[in-house]
């Protein structure tokens, strides 16, 4: 992006401000030139004096401007400080310009885009914008559809409508339905439109409002004054009109506003599931042992809380008393629920298993773990630039320059041309401005988006937001998660290796035995274990759970401990036969379990170990060549988990990835991705859990496993349905493909109309007699929304 066009960019992101050179500046203030909040911190356009006091500007014009004239911007509006929240508290903001800010819903005065809340709440309601959109398109739509029939009457065989209604009436019965399609259904784009020539700020509502109005008003013109118009321009005796064109250009603007508020707010989903995943209430304990619900925003550092079985941690904290295993997957993404006892930290909106612990609320409200990755995630999304701001810089030339064009086609026409001059200055001009219409400008982009989503998702690639379609082709560096996106995400039981007389099989039905009373997850791996493998699991009885080491039992005739080696060699079974092999599967990535067998009538040191389990989480089949592939695309591969160093590197080394960092939470995950993005990298991350979200939307693409969390989706702009990496090479030359595709949509458009202007001018008078009509006009702005919608169907065919 060009200085010119950042200033410009940042021009609606400013806001009046105004300070005396003796005082500090305010945290925000209004630019007293174009009514942009601005920073004084941070103002592109520096700071000017006048009369003792210091005003701050968005950007050097609006400081030229100001010195040249201050009283007059002075009058014309007075500095203000930060816009004031609305009645309810909501300050509104631009998604394209965060800068910009407002006290209620509107448009941006630099991209016309509609503003939105700047904090998200778990209300899922459809905002007002959206409403009144929908409202607008459907009258809309149902008045457009009579016009444009009646438009092209004369075109059906047989010529119906011509033989009910007379061509005076058809016109008058087209101005009345396209009327309030124009003037109410577009108001929104008229104001934008208008905005956009008054603040400057070129955009594509600029071309929507210029289209209509010019459509509109010439035929308002034609149908009210058919006598100013030359007699070659008339149509069988009718004024020549262009209300369908204006109605249809208006109901298909406000289609793809419905779409697009529909999408923007589905970007807010999964700021409202991490949201929901706080609870509402809190169980405090008093002093004296008493213990009452209160609401989870009543609860303040310091407060004892209780927290029950299957019961959310309401916020971060420390145990103090009682022991319990808390499944962390929503913030670490790790299947295996951690331990807790007296001590230990636990985070707000972790699940608790079935034990019962107090704990000491640390971290409350904004402060907490959960509450910090929504605020990540929420930042990040309102950072994103739109693929179509392509279509909206070009746009900035091109709008003032036909402007230009139709003005010297009026004021030469109206000079030099034969008579009657002034209609034919006013049926060029329009001309001009009509095959300027937006309409193949405005397709170029959303058609090949459609196409393309929609071939991806063939494929099994959803892609939720435009611009990670422009930005796949080109990412270099590949940050992925390692449970759940390279391994399954599921403990299953991999390795079993027997001793002292025992088999695998009857290893593993002693072990199933044990644990198909524990409800630990390395208890249901080897259950599944044994379930996959056909094997009997017996009954057992005298079960009991010794914390932190593992299980013991009695099967049939023999009593059977299941744990770690410290568990085992307190009933006397020495491990140290079985030392080598558990160290091969630790280095592998596994969690080795030791099985032992006690002689009751032997007494203390009687036990002798039976065999090992090994539990892992195993890589994906399809992972290695997934990885193959993108190396051979030429990617870093960088991986992130919240797991161990052992575990990762041994994932690692099975999968060629050397770049690994190993326990970190989702901040850092976040970190990380931010700090390849400032060394000029372009980042996809790939991740399946609520922990990735941050680092998902931070991303310059966020990936998400189709068998992930719900949250992760919510958080990336593409998923991969099958959960497999493969997609993420499907993706990249569908990206590919859809910005070759916009681009030949944007040269067509641009070339019929820079092609037809000058012909809409005139200058082909002078050598042949020829006159391009709006009629034509018309006709060249139909040739090519029809050839941008025939390209972008091609998409259905890649090859993927």
């Known amino acids: 992006m060009s200085d010119s066009k950042r200033h410009d960019h940042a021009a609606c992101c400013a806001a009046p401000a105004r300070q005396t050179e003796e005082a500090s500046a305010p945290l925000k203030v209004k630019d007293p030139v174009c009514g942009m909040t601005v920073d004084p911190a941070s103002a592109r356009g520096g700071s000017h004096a006048h009369a003792g006091t210091l005003y701050y500007f968005c950007n050097p014009g609006c400081r030229s401007k100001f010195a040249a004239e201050p009283d007059c911007?002075?009058?014309?509006?007075?500095?203000?400080?930060?816009?004031?929240?609305?009645?309810?508290?909501?300050?509104?903001i631009c998604p394209m310009d965060p800068e910009v800010r407002a006290s209620g819903p509107g448009a941006c005065p630099i991209c016309g885009m509609a503003l939105e809340p700047e904090s998200v709440s778990l209300s899922d309601a459809p905002s007002p914008e959206l409403a009144d959109m929908q409202a607008r398109f459907w009258v809309s739509l149902a008045l457009t559809v009579p016009t444009v029939l009646l438009a092209m009457s004369d075109m059906l065989p047989g010529q119906p409508v011509q033989r009910l209604i007379p061509s005076s009436l058809n016109?008058?019965?087209?101005?009345?339905?396209?009327?309030?399609?124009?003037?109410?259904?577009?108001?929104?784009?008229?104001?934008?439109?208008?905005?956009?020539?008054?603040?400057?700020?070129?955009?594509?509502?600029?071309?929507?409002?210029?289209?209509?109005?010019?459509?509109?008003?010439?035929?308002?013109?034609?149908?009210?004054?058919?006598?100013?118009?030359?007699?070659?321009?008339?149509?069988?005796?009718?004024?020549?009109?262009?209300?369908?064109?204006?109605a249809v250009i208006v109901t298909l603007v406000l289609l793809g506003q419905v779409l697009e508020l529909r999408a923007r707010h589905a970007t807010s989903g999964a700021i409202r599931a991490l949201l929901g995943l706080a609870p509402k209430t809190?169980?405090?304990?008093?002093?004296?042992?008493?213990?009452?619900?209160?609401?989870?925003?009543?609860?303040?550092?310091?407060?004892?809380?209780?927290?029950?079985?299957?019961?959310?941690?309401?916020?971060?904290?420390?145990?103090?008393?009682?022991?319990?295993?808390?499944?962390?997957?929503?913030?670490?993404?790790?299947?295996?629920?951690?331990?807790k006892s007296p001590g230990a930290r636990v985070t707000g909106g972790t699940l608790?298993?079935?034990?019962?612990?107090?704990?000491?609320?640390?971290?409350?409200?904004?402060?907490?773990?959960?509450?910090?990755?929504?605020?990540?995630?929420?930042?990040?999304?309102?950072?994103?630039a739109p693929i179509?701001?392509?279509?909206?810089?070009?746009?900035?030339?091109?709008?003032?320059?036909?402007?230009?064009?139709a003005v010297l086609t009026a004021i030469v026409w109206g000079l030099f041309g034969p008579e009657p001059r002034l209609a034919y200055a006013l049926v060029n001009a329009v001309a001009v401005l009509i095959i300027a219409c937006p309409c193949a400008l405005g397709l170029a982009t959303p058609m090949s988006i459609m196409v393309g989503t929609g071939r991806g998702a063939q494929v099994g690639v959803l892609v939720k937001h435009a611009e990670a379609l422009e930005l796949l082709a080109k990412v270099d560096t590949l940050v992925v998660d390692k449970t759940g996106t390279l391994t399954a995400g599921k403990p299953s039981l991999v390795s079993i290796v027997a001793c002292n007389g025992f088999d695998d099989h009857e290893v593993l039905a002693l072990a199933a035995a044990l644990e198909k009373t524990s409800e630990h997850p390395l208890a249901a791996a080897i259950v599944a274990g044994a379930a996959q493998r056909d094997v009997r699991v017996p009954d057992a009885v005298n079960f009991r759970s010794v914390t932190g080491q593992g299980v013991t039992g009695r099967v049939g005739e023999r009593d059977v401990v299941l744990g770690n080696a410290a568990l085992l060699?307190?009933?006397?079974?020495?491990?140290?036969?079985?030392?080598?092999?558990?160290?091969?599967?630790?280095?592998?990535?596994?969690?080795?379990?030791?099985?032992?067998?006690?002689?009751?009538?032997?007494?203390?040191?009687?036990?002798?170990?039976?065999?090992?389990?090994?539990?892992?989480?195993?890589?994906?089949?399809?992972?290695?060549?997934?990885?193959?592939?993108?190396?051979?695309?030429?990617?870093?591969?960088?991986?992130l988990t919240g797991d161990n160093?052992?575990?990762?590197?041994?994932?690692?080394?099975?999968?060629?990835?050397?770049?690994?960092?190993?326990?970190?939470?989702?901040?850092?995950?976040?970190?990380?991705?931010?700090?390849?993005?400032?060394?000029?990298?372009?980042?996809?991350?790939?991740?399946?859990?609520?922990?990735?979200?941050?680092?998902?939307?931070?991303?310059?693409?966020?990936?998400?496993?189709?068998?992930?969390?719900?949250?992760?989706?919510?958080?990336?702009?593409?998923?991969?349905?099958?959960?497999?990496?493969?997609?993420?090479?499907?993706?990249?030359?569908?990206?590919?493909?859809?910005?070759?595709?916009?681009?030949?949509?944007?040269f067509f458009a641009f070339v019929y109309n820079t092609l037809g202007v000058p012909l809409a001018a005139g200058i082909a008078y002078p050598l042949v007699g020829l006159l391009l009509s709006p009629m034509l006009a018309s006709a060249a702005m139909a040739l090519s929304s029809v050839s941008v919608i025939a390209n972008a169907l091609r998409l259905r065919y890649t090859r993927l």
């Not at 911007?73 to 509104?92: D, H, I, M, S, W």
């Not at 179509?388 to 402007?403: E, G, I, K, N, Y």
């Not at 052992?646 to 989702?666: F, K, N, Y």
């Open 171 to 246: 016109t008058w019965l087209q101005l009345a339905l396209a009327t309030p399609v124009v003037l109410w259904g577009g108001l929104p784009f008229l104001q934008r439109g208008w905005t956009s020539l008054r603040t400057r700020h070129l955009n594509m509502f600029t071309l929507v409002a210029l289209g209509t109005v010019a459509a509109f008003g010439f035929s308002v013109f034609a149908t009210f004054f058919p006598g100013l118009l030359p007699h070659t321009m008339s149509h069988g005796g009718a004024p020549p009109v262009y209300y369908e064109a204006a």
């Open 645 to 746: 160093e052992g575990t990762a590197r041994a994932v690692a080394r099975q999968l060629g990835i050397d770049e690994v960092h190993a326990g970190v939470l989702p901040v850092q995950k976040n970190a990380l991705v931010a700090q390849l993005k400032a060394e000029g990298r372009t980042v996809a991350m790939a991740g399946d859990g609520t922990n990735d979200a941050p680092a998902l939307a931070t991303a310059h693409v966020g990936i998400a496993m189709g068998t992930g969390s719900d949250i992760a989706m919510q958080s990336a702009s593409v998923t991969l349905v099958q959960g497999d990496l493969r997609g993420i090479v499907r993706a990249r030359r569908l990206s590919a493909e859809v910005m070759k595709n916009i681009r030949q949509n944007l």
């Open 282 to 339: 809190a169980r405090r304990v008093d002093s004296s042992g008493a213990e009452v619900d209160v609401a989870l925003e009543d609860v303040v550092a310091g407060d004892t809380l209780r927290v029950r079985p299957s019961e959310k941690v309401p916020v971060d904290g420390t145990v103090l008393d009682g022991e319990s295993a808390v499944d962390e997957s929503t913030i670490t993404g790790e299947a295996m629920p951690a331990e």
């Open 388 to 405: 179509q701001r392509l279509a909206d810089v070009v746009a900035s030339w091109f709008v003032p320059t036909v402007v230009l064009v």
């Open 73 to 92: 911007y002075l009058n014309a509006a007075a500095p203000a400080k930060r816009p004031p929240a609305g009645a309810e508290g909501t300050v509104y």
């Open 569 to 639: 060699e307190a009933h006397g079974a020495d491990v140290a036969a079985l030392a080598g092999d558990a160290e091969r599967l630790r280095q592998a990535g596994q969690t080795v379990v030791f099985l032992g067998i006690v002689d009751r009538g032997a007494g203390q040191g009687a036990g002798r170990v039976a065999g090992l389990l090994g539990v892992a989480d195993p890589i994906k089949a399809s992972t290695p060549d997934a990885l193959r592939e993108l190396r051979e695309a030429g990617l870093r591969i960088v991986m």
């Open 352 to 384: 608790n298993g079935n034990g019962t612990f107090l704990m000491r609320a640390e971290r409350v409200g904004k402060d907490t773990l959960l509450a910090q990755i929504v605020a990540l995630v929420s930042e990040a999304q309102r950072s994103r």
